[in-house]
């Protein structure tokens, strides 16, 4: 009998959500732990199983040390290492500390800051080794990750479309709510994953999936103000889940 792939799950800075996306994939774990085996996920089981592994898949960012190196190991003992998320493919929300003086954070947020030992920054797992595919969201679309380890289980690429959430919109026929209502909306800039979930409510895209290849900030940002948005608004905006990502696209578009 031909052994099963191994997939192992591993977490960095993070809130956990990305994870859970796969505990959610109710309908189809049994089916995929036939395909696979598990070796190690401890969200879900403390039994594992030693390396190496087919499949690697990587939620969370890189704050301290001990995770820089700890990511190393990892990366030697994957065939395959898949980032899931947006602190993992972006550096996350705890990125926010990237544009400030972490020393002051940490001496503001904790009673004991001699206890906290942490990087200046928080750097998305492809700054430290290379990385075989990307899924963004926060957290990811449960959809999209069974697609991303049926694909690496069948060695092709996984079909995870590169555009914008506007695309989604418009295959889902939402009317446009930034064009027919004046709701700001980051939907032009913002990777496609979701479905187009917050248009769809008349809510505006706030950038969860972080910014699609060749994201056009700066023709956002002038319809942005259009729309009444100062700049302090705009940064605010683009200052979330995804703010390295967003800042880096602002930079360079
Ligand atoms: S609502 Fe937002 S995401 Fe949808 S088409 Fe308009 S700008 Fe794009
Ligand atoms: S519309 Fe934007 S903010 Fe809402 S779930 Fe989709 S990517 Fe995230």
């Not at 994953?193 to 248009?199: F, V």
Request: net charge neutral; aromatic share 6%.
């Amino acid at each position: 009998m031909s052994r099963r792939p191994k997939l192992a799950v591993w977490k960095f800075a993070s809130c956990d959500g990305c994870q859970l996306s796969l505990l959610d994939c109710e309908d189809e774990l049994l089916a995929l732990a036939g395909e696979v085996e598990i070796a190690y996920f401890l969200e879900a089981s403390r039994a594992t199983v030693k390396g190496p592994y087919d499949l690697s898949l990587v939620e969370g960012s890189v704050t301290t040390a001990h995770d820089a190196k700890r990511i190393e190991r990892i990366r030697r003992a994957s065939r395959h290492l898949v980032t899931i998320g947006a602190c993992a493919t972006g550096g996350g929300i705890q990125a926010l500390k990237n544009f400030a003086d972490v020393d002051d954070f940490v001496s503001v947020v904790y009673a004991t800051p001699a206890y906290v030992s942490t990087l200046a920054t928080s750097t998305p797992i492809s700054a430290h080794v290379p990385v075989d595919f990307e899924l963004h969201g926060c957290p990811i679309n449960k959809g999209q990750l069974l697609e991303v380890i049926t694909a690496f289980l069948h060695g092709r690429k996984p079909g995870i479309p590169a555009t914008s959430v506007c695309a989604e919109c418009k295959r889902r026929g939402t009317v446009c709510i930034m064009v027919a209502h004046g709701t700001p909306c980051l939907g032009p800039v913002t990777h496609a994953g979701c479905g187009a979930l917050c248009p769809s409510y008349d809510r505006g895209c706030y950038g969860c999936f972080g910014p699609m290849e060749t994201p056009n900030t700066v023709s956002l940002t002038r319809q942005l103000h259009v729309l009444g948005m100062d700049g302090r608004a705009v940064d605010r905006v683009f200052r979330t889940f995804n703010v390295r990502a967003f800042e880096e696209a602002r930079t360079n578009g």
